[in-house]
């Protein structure tokens, strides 16, 4: 199958049974993406399907040919952060961070539907990424800073 | 205390594990550090930096234990019982011959390993969960399949999976030497109980029940191993690589020296890591049956039965005081129900230690269970004993007709009473005073006038009417409080070196871990600060056996006290060579010389030079600082302290607990980093918060299986279930501790919270809550016990 992975194209043989998950980790070492609950209940596999966001481990990764997916590697552009990642690593929103991927997927999905969210806009969509190290306030901070850097990037800029 | 007087270089001293302690001889710093004290002008230390490895988490970069790629590198899937005891019979012989399927074993194929003191791998089976055999394939999808095509046969026995059906006559084997261990029923006493009921005016006895809660940590347990000869190199995600690799080299027979661990980024472990797991036995065995690296980490399912878990208790509690709270006597009878292993953790410490009392005894009866192995979890003992001291004190001071505060303020301990030894710091008095002042304690209503010296109370309120709440209507307000006190001091041995580059940067190695606490970061400020350099141009190198030098284990919240002076002492000793070489090169001498920001300067001169020009005029000579954590002073206690507040919201029609506002007040010394810091005390919140609310492994009796291995049945707190929180520190220094003047700070904060929460519920229903977590069907039941309670004895105070 031919998968389109954060602008690349990838051709992936014998894997007609495998998750987007598995084949991210396993076949391309794209290994931000973490495999934690394996069933769709903690949100640490959230990769963007175009701006849909969705658990890569209770998805077929046949069924996302002619997508563009994005994965945590493919965030940053031409090394710089996005102003997401900026955010998280600026409010201290992570501590082990093995649910960071997943979270700032998530985050990355609710901006491009909200650009300005409310503060329980947030905690609601964010609901479904869990996090044991106890970061959400934090991460919920990290949200709302993106929000209004990415909104007064867009003011100023071109 | 450090003794050079007399020439030792080795002396005897108290260190900490997991909240017990142990004596062991440790060498003596090569020189002495003057603490850094209170108020010190530190430009580094105390500062909010950011996370050293942010970068690498945010964008995906940073590899975990889980990630680890090798060429060649086979999958392990274990199968695990099904049922909790009885005997299994299992034929891998059409497993063998599977496409993929490279290799499987059951416990007779391979050598004797011990975990828990039981086989690794045994047909003898007790609990479910328990590994019985293995398969290794060419990949995950091909070992998981494999395990379902297993041929396995179980003759079920019969089976105890709580503390009482364990410990009743005629009672199922659970273990080959017996249901309890040798410790057990252990007793620890203090003064005279009897006396001390006979003097008191009131005593009340309630009896308290805490869940078997799951670690839940989002990277399961899991490692890689790879031998090249006779050595073995094992990725793993632990909290103490050098006790794993201890572990390993014990279980393989090899010499210590031929094992390697290494572990980089880990994704939590709070507690539950603490040596060689399960699948880093099985990942080296495997790998050295079939020449291939292997990867074997658990699936969710196997994480949640199998990985470790705090323990359930039942607590017995009488409490004796006078008409003034004075407490005469504390009483505990717990009995804990371990699973088929771990340690005798019971809930007694805290009885012992928190509140002042002359006349104490805890009795702590352990059994094990046919369920998974216990394991340290957060702040493990002292947890579920503030649960039960602490709701008891709240009994006792609805008894008493005091306030809540003021009863633990009455009962303030100002020594060790166990050692008679004093601490080498407590501000939990400043910790009450700041907490209760931030939340609003002495203002709301239904606060009771206060008792303590300094006349807060009903005064603070200084003729204003107190703060209402929402009392009778379906959402019912109400407010609690409890205390910590936990170890965290830390003690030798620990090692750092520091490395000065050519280039002017620095590195660090020490061979501790950064579970997500921010250790990483915290020893790099360490490191700056000693050194004089740049924060930017210092990195750490962590958790290598072959690399770095030798550290404990990242348990006990010890890490920052045992580790951090090492670093500073490294750092201190790395520094004084740069100056002497650049004394040489300024044509001064070193003590006119002063080290900061990365750059050397004469004292009160203009010539200067900096670390990567002396880096440069070096060139391959290297400066190397060693530093060590030198022994903890004699006769001291080193503990850490804090208060919280809660508030919360009580919907009586359905049940639903809401937590509003938490504030939270800790004592643990100097803080490095105050914003790591503040994660450390939300997540200890949040995850007490999951305690008292929400989080119970629940199993099957008369199976006994576990119902919940997921994350799904088992619910941990989301975004949307966590309160307000108001977290801070007293942020004094204790230069009586080490000479960094820290104490630790990850499992403080979980300690009181699911207490104060139990106790602000208690506040709102005017109930007595004795069981956590406070599902809604177990507030609904003690609505309905309200209602009973009131029918029958009209006309009393309600309990609660």
Redesign the interface.
């Known amino acids: 199958m031919r998968l389109e992975i954060n602008g690349e194209r990838f051709e992936v043989r014998d894997a007609d049974?495998?998750t987007l998950l598995?084949v991210l980790?396993?076949r391309l070492?794209?290994?931000?993406?973490?495999?934690?609950?394996?069933?769709g209940?903690?949100g640490?596999c959230t990769v963007l399907l175009g701006d849909e966001p969705a658990y890569s481990c209770l998805t077929l990764a046949a069924a996302c040919e002619g997508v563009s997916i994005t994965?945590?590697?493919g965030?940053?552009r031409d090394g710089e952060?996005h102003p997401l990642?900026q955010a998280?690593?600026?409010n201290?929103a992570?501590?082990?961070?093995?649910?960071?991927?997943g979270q700032?997927m998530a985050a990355l999905a609710l901006l491009e539907r909200s650009p300005s969210p409310s503060e329980s806009e947030?905690?609601?969509w964010?609901?479904?990424?869990?996090?044991?190290?106890?970061?959400?306030?934090?991460?919920?901070r990290a949200v709302l800073a993106a929000a209004r850097a990415m909104n007064s990037e867009g003011d100023g800029g071109e | 205390m450090a003794n050079k007087a007399n020439g030792r270089r080795f002396v005897s001293t108290r260190v900490e594990v997991e909240g017990r302690e142990e004596v062991r001889t440790v060498e003596l710093p090569a020189f002495e550090l003057e603490p850094w004290e209170a108020g010190a002008a530190l430009g580094i230390v105390g500062r909010c930096a950011l996370r050293a490895d942010g970068v690498d988490k945010v964008t995906g970069r940073a590899r975990y234990s889980a990630d680890i790629q090798r060429a060649g590198m086979l999958h392990a899937a274990v199968l695990r019982s099904a049922v909790a005891s009885g005997r299994a019979t299992v034929n891998l012989s059409r497993v063998r011959s599977l496409p993929g399927v490279r290799d499987a074993v059951t416990g007779s194929d391979i050598p004797t390993v011990e975990v828990n003191g039981l086989p690794l791998l045994d047909d003898a089976v007790r609990y479910a969960g328990q590994p019985i055999a293995v398969v290794c394939a060419d990949t995950r999808g091909a070992a998981e399949l494999a395990l379902r095509e297993i041929d396995v046969h179980y003759d079920s026995a019969p089976h105890a999976v709580t503390a009482a059906e364990s410990l009743a006559p005629g009672a199922p084997r659970v273990r080959p030497n017996g249901n309890a261990p040798e410790v057990s029923p252990r007793v620890i006493e203090r003064g005279d109980v009897d006396a001390g009921l006979a003097e008191a005016d009131v005593v009340i006895t309630r009896e308290y029940r805490v869940p078997a809660a799951l670690h839940t940590a989002l990277e399961p347990h899991g490692a890689v191993a790879e031998w090249t000869g006779d050595r073995l190199t094992v990725w793993e995600s632990t909290q103490g690589v050098f006790n794993t690799r201890a572990d390993l080299a014990a279980a393989l027979e090899i010499p210590i020296s031929h094992v390697r661990v290494i572990q980089d980024y880990m994704g939590g472990g709070f507690g539950a890591k603490n040596g060689a797991s399960t699948n880093a036995y099985i990942a080296a065995l495997m790998a050295r049956r079939t020449g291939r690296p292997v990867r074997c980490v658990n699936d969710r399912e196997g994480e949640q039965t199998d990985s470790g878990h705090r323990p359930t208790s039942v607590q017995r509690v009488t409490l004796g005081a006078r008409r003034d709270g004075t407490l005469t006597a504390i009483i505990l009878d717990a009995e804990v129900a371990l699973g088929i292993g771990g340690w005798e953790g019971g809930p007694g410490a805290i009885y012992q230690e928190l509140y002042r009392c002359d006349n104490v005894r805890t009795t702590e009866t352990f059994a094990y269970t046919n369920l998974g192995a216990m394991a340290s979890f957060r702040a493990p003992c002292n947890v579920e004993g503030a649960f039960g001291l602490e709701r008891a004190m709240d009994v006792l001071a609805r008894e008493l007709g005091m306030d809540p505060l003021d009863l633990r303020l009455v009962n303030y301990a100002t020594v060790n009473q166990g050692r008679n030894t004093p601490y080498s710091a407590k501000r939990l008095d400043e910790c009450y005073r700041v907490g209760a002042e931030r939340f609003g304690w002495w203002v709301r209503e239904g606060a009771t006038g206060s008792s303590n010296a300094d006349g807060r109370g009903r005064a603070a309120l200084d003729g204003a009417p107190p703060v209402p709440r929402a009392r009778d209507g379906r959402f019912r307000c109400g407010y609690g409080m409890a205390s910590q006190i936990w170890g965290g001091g830390g003690g030798p041995p620990a090692y750092a070196m520091v490395r000065l580059e050519p280039d002017g940067s620095a590195e660090v190695l020490t061979g501790t871990q950064d579970l997500g606490t921010g250790s990483r970061t915290v020893f790099a400020q360490i490191a700056a600060e000693a050194l004089g350099a740049r924060l930017e141009d210092v990195r750490v190198v962590i958790g290598d056996t072959e690399r770095t030098p030798y550290t404990g284990n990242s348990w006990g919240s010890i890490t920052v006290a045992s580790v951090g002076p090492a670093v500073r002492m490294a750092a201190e000793d790395a520094r004084s060579q740069l100056l002497e070489a650049a004394a040489g090169i300024l044509d001064t001498t070193p003590d006119r010389l002063v080290a900061s920001d990365g750059v050397v300067r004469v004292r009160r001169g203009t010539r200067s030079l900096t670390f990567a020009e002396m880096g440069e005029q070096l060139g391959d000579v290297m400066i190397i600082g060693h530093g060590s954590r030198g022994p903890n002073p004699d006769d001291t206690t080193l503990s850490t302290f804090g208060a919280q507040f809660a508030e919360v919201e009580v919907d009586v029609e359905t049940g639903v607990v809401r937590v509003l506002k938490i504030v939270a007040v800790h004592d643990s010394g100097r803080i490095i980093n105050p914003a790591l810091a503040e994660s450390q005390l939300h997540g200890g919140i949040i995850q007490g918060t999951g305690y008292a609310l929400f989080e119970e492994r629940v199993v099957d009796h008369a199976l006994g299986i576990p119902l919940n291995p997921n994350m799904h049945d088992y619910k941990i707190p989301t975004m949307s279930d966590i309160p307000e929180i108001d977290a801070s520190f007293i942020d004094v220094a204790d230069t009586v501790a080490n000479h960094i003047g820290s104490r630790g700070v990850a499992e403080p904060p979980i300690i009181p919270t699911a207490p104060a929460i139990a106790n602000a519920v208690s506040d709102a229903l005017g109930v007595e809550v004795d069981e956590i977590p406070m599902t809604p069907w177990r507030v609904m039941s003690y609505k309905e016990r309200e209602s009973r309670e009131q029918t029958a004895e009209s006309g009393e105070l309600p309990r609660g």
Do not use: W
Not at chain 1, 29 to 39: F, I, M, W
Not at chain 1, 94 to 101: A, F, I, K, S, W
């Open positions: 049974y495998l598995d980790r396993d070492e794209l290994t931000g993406t973490k495999l934690v609950c394996d069933r209940e903690c640490a994965t945590i590697e965030v940053a952060l990642q998280f690593v600026e201290d992570l501590q082990c961070g093995y649910c960071t991927p700032i947030v905690v609601h964010m609901s479904g990424n869990l996090c044991r190290c106890g970061t959400y306030p934090k991460i919920v």
